[in-house]
């Protein structure tokens, strides 16, 4: 947009001059002295620092052009053509001041030679103010084929949307429909970019990227590779493509798993040249490896069949001279060290023949009405007109193949395809646009020896859980559940021995039950895309959700109703005094109840928000076992609803609760053994174990989950060890006891916890401090009953020696066994002392003090709560036989 305000404000600004000053050289050419000299007017890019300088090679060429012309008698026959020229850098500021220089100078032109598309666009969008035809030899732009903008412009050199078509034809033979494009902020390369991708979209082709740049391009490189592109077609002039090239060298964007396509007119050795001048930080081997193997296209420049051209030269001879003329221009060319521009010479050579042969079918034309090119002025509009049609006819054999103009002033060309190989360009083949031909010479060569991709193939790797860890993790679960299995065989068979009858064998069924749905779940967290198709994986993470969850409830929830009720029992036995007997089928309904809830939850659950198979996508890896340009997208499947935090929040939110509360109720339980529950304590431990490990399990898997195998085998082995530690805790005392002691009437002997706690013990000795303070206290009693028995006989003795009666015997009063009651000793522990009386007097003889020894009493001769001193009837605790 800038460049198109530059150029109309230039042509506005020559449309200004022309208004004000008039048309230049109105004088009537007769008068002047060359009256035999056609005066054309040239612009040649030789000395700027940007853009194409190929005026360097095109302006001796077209010297040679003019040189041949004068010498042909039979070619505009009394008249000789005149070039005058000057530098315009490619610089459209600078072309449209030589044009004007050139314009408003004597001698009068009677039409322009241009080069550079952005100098030629500006030239020829202003000379049809003077009308002028304009032949540039050098401009490619798709811009310049505009007839409405560009009315009386025609060119040797072909668009450079001729290329497109060739670069859409390889892309289709070598299967690339991936492309990206960098192109310099230049219109030529807009206007061609917009076409390529005009023709891009017609064939199928995906654009990846569109990067552009105006004098740095490393953003726009990196960006490609950010992009992933690996076909990328390079557009811009030869100076920027070395800044591009050096780049690519150290972004890594070349070798086996990229194609570049590059503009052919680029000389030869173009990666090469000026490096230092242009401070190119890359060395001339970093360079050499950057270009090797890319494309380049270009419309054929020079007659490739050798054959003699119009100017009885062929394109040989055409080399061999050029070359000579460069050689006294000071350009090296014995060590092919060619100008910019060579590519583009014929093309300039064959521009001036153009012109000649346009001149003299004007001239005919104007003899024939009495007029002369001589006449010409930049109002002769008729003349101008002729001039139009005699060059849009012309054609010819030169050294640059067939020339002949499109009606859009295009030039006709094949196009060749060359590749670079080994630092030199290979001819690949050609391609004929009008014909839709391609001839192919089958030499590519491409480094790694295969076509390179359009694209990283990325293959998707579902991550499984590994095989082995499944298999050992599934055998132990196997064990698991056939342990189960037997220990639910025998709990029933021996479920009337009273050390299984005392634990209730069916909450230790319902508990193994619940064992056996854990570690069944342990087969389907493991099963994943290696089993089970992506349709049926839903169904597999129901299953999961359910087996668990149940099995869980079913496990713990046997073990928490037991140290429930033992807790109920401690409570409620402390606050009335009473026995309470424990009812089996309150333990079963709070088990029913926790199933109920779980139920609820998980059809809520299911029919709400179902659990679906969800795809975690992984970062790109590299494969390690190929070399192809591949990569590797791992996914990995998990089970999840839309609102999945929210159902997992509920749910262990709940279970969570049910944890707590019952490590709290074992760890109030730890000391207290019933005999209706003999297995409290290990039910106990069981909960503490199945609490922690809970505790760790649940954010360690949220944590790993991305690691499949990890994740798993945390998993498995949580489940696991709660469920072996369960049964464990709760069955191997039984089995022990059972396996010991075959018979029930020895199993009260075999019951390491029935012995002594250390409340027994501690209450035992408490007894024992009480006893000795009541012996102590009814031997000061019975010494005190003695003094006064004594003194009671004294008073009788005295009485029945005074009167005539006999008293009785002290003896006599003496038999009668003398008890403390409630207001002195224990019956059931004190015994009262004996008195055998006799004359003398008598001493009382202690029947001896008998104390229940709890360390080999059993539950009914145990020591049971004191109330008033006297033995209750039987204890409130009754502890167990067979404590487990």
């Not at 850098?89 to 322009?112: D, F, H, I, R």
């Not at 289709?172 to 429909?177: H, L, N």
Request: glycine share 6%.
């Amino acid at each position: 947009m800038r460049l198109n305000l530059l150029f109309l404000s230039i042509a506005v600004a020559v449309g200004l001059a022309v208004a004000v000053f008039g048309p230049p050289h109105m004088s009537n050419p007769l008068l002047t002295k060359d009256d035999n000299v056609l005066h054309i007017a040239g612009i040649f890019p030789i000395g700027g620092k940007g853009g194409w300088q190929g005026g360097q090679a095109c302006q001796p060429a077209a010297r040679l052009a003019l040189e041949d012309v004068n010498n042909r008698t039979d070619l505009l026959p009394g008249f000789i053509l005149k070039l005058h020229w000057n530098d315009s850098e490619c610089e459209p500021g600078l072309g449209a001041s030589v044009m004007y220089n050139l314009l408003y100078n004597k001698p009068q032109k009677l039409m322009l030679l241009a080069g550079c598309s952005t100098v030629c666009t500006t030239v020829a969008e202003a000379a049809k103010m003077w009308n002028l035809v304009v032949l540039c030899y050098g401009a490619s732009s798709p811009a310049l084929s505009d007839r409405n903008r560009f009315p009386t412009l025609f060119r040797t050199h072909p668009s450079a949307t001729v290329h497109n078509p060739t670069r859409i034809k390889l892309m289709e033979k070598f299967g690339w429909s991936r492309v990206a494009i960098l192109q310099q902020a230049e219109e030529v390369f807009i206007s061609t970019v917009e076409d390529l991708e005009a023709r891009c979209k017609e064939a199928g082709i995906e654009i990846v990227t569109r990067q552009s740049f105006l004098s740095d391009p490393t953003d726009a490189v990196r960006n490609l590779r950010r992009q992933d592109a690996r076909v990328i077609v390079g557009l811009f002039y030869v100076v920027a493509a070395r800044r591009v090239l050096c780049e690519v060298y150290k972004h890594k964007l070349y070798g086996k798993s990229y194609v570049w396509f590059f503009i052919g007119w680029y000389e030869d050795d173009w990666f090469e040249q000026n490096l230092e001048k242009e401070k190119i930080n890359c060395t001339r081997e970093q360079m050499r490896i950057a270009a090797e193997g890319h494309l380049t296209t270009e419309a054929l420049m020079w007659n490739q069949n050798n054959q003699r051209t119009l100017s009885g030269m062929t394109s040989d001879d055409f080399r061999i001279r050029l070359n000579e003329a460069l050689k006294k221009e000071n350009y090296d060319i014995d060590n092919m060290r060619y100008p910019e521009g060579y590519q583009e010479a014929p093309l300039a050579y064959d521009a001036v023949w153009a012109v000649a042969l346009a001149f003299n079918k004007t001239m005919e034309k104007l003899d024939r009405v009495g007029k002369s090119l001589k006449n010409f002025t930049y109002t002769d509009k008729e003349t101008a007109d002729d001039i139009y049609s005699a060059i849009n006819s012309t054609q010819f054999l030169g050294v640059s193949g067939h020339v002949a103009f499109s009606s859009q002033g295009d030039r006709i060309a094949l196009t060749q395809i060359e590749q670079m190989i080994d630092g030199k360009y290979v001819l690949l083949g050609y391609y004929d646009t009008q014909s839709d031909n391609l001839t192919w010479n089958n030499k590519e060569k491409w480094i790694g020896g295969k076509v390179p991709q359009d694209r990283t193939i990325v293959r998707t790797v579902l991550r499984t859980v590994s095989l082995g860890l499944f298999i050992s993790m599934g055998t132990v679960s196997v064990v698991g559940i056939l342990w189960a299995i037997a220990l639910i065989v025998f709990n029933i068979l021996h479920r009337h021995r009273k050390v299984i009858e005392t634990s209730h064998p069916v909450c230790n069924t319902i508990m193994l039950v619940g064992v056996c749905l854990c570690l069944g779940s342990v087969f389907l967290l493991g099963l994943d895309g290696r089993f089970v198709e992506s349709e049926s994986y839903p169904a597999v993470c129901q299953a999961r959700a359910w087996i668990l969850t149940l099995g869980f409830t079913l496990g713990y929830g046997a073990m928490f109703s037991k140290v429930w009720r033992v807790h109920r029992l401690t409570t409620k036995s402390k606050q009335d005094g009473k026995v309470k007997k424990v009812e089996p089928w309150k333990l079963y309904w709070m088990v029913g109840g926790f199933l109920i809830v779980d139920i609820i939850l998980m059809l809520c659950w299911q029919i709400i928000d179902p659990l679906q198979r969800s795809i975690e996508i992984f970062p790109l890896e590299d494969p390690s076992s190929t070399d192809d340009d591949i990569k590797i997208r791992p996914e990995l499947e998990h089970c999840e609803s839309h609102h999945n935090n929210v159902w997992l929040g509920i749910l262990c939110g709940y279970k969570g609760l049910i944890l707590i509360f019952g490590l709290f109720l074992a760890y109030e339980t730890r000391s207290i053994k019933v005999k209706q529950i003999n297995d409290s304590r290990y039910v106990g431990m069981a909960i503490y174990n199945v609490v922690v490990l809970c505790l760790i399990t649940a954010p360690v898997i949220m944590v790993i989950a991305s690691q499949q195998d990890a994740s798993f085998a945390f998993e498995a082995l949580a489940i696991i060890f709660c469920c072996f530690l369960s049964m464990a805790l709760v069955f191997v005392p039984k089995i022990a006891e059972i396996i010991q002691h075959p018979r029930d009437k020895v199993e009260a002997k075999y019951n390491t916890d029935a012995g002594v706690s250390k409340e027994d013990e501690d209450r035992y000795h408490s007894l024992l401090a009480e006893n000795d303070e009541l012996q102590k206290l009814i031997s000061a009693k019975e010494e005190k009953i003695r003094i006064l028995k004594i003194k009671l006989q004294e008073r009788e003795s005295m009485k029945s020696s005074g009167t005539d009666g006999t008293a009785p015997s002290a003896a006599e009063g003496m038999n009668e066994p003398i008890c403390l009651g409630a207001g002195g000793v224990r019956n059931n522990l004190i015994p009262a002392r004996t008195y055998h009386g006799n004359a003398a007097g008598a001493q009382p003889e202690p029947a001896g003090l008998i104390l229940p020894d709890p360390f080999t009493t059993n539950s009914d001769s145990a020591i049971g709560p004191i109330s008033g001193y006297t033995r209750s009837s039987q204890s409130d605790f009754e502890f167990s036989e067979s404590y487990l």
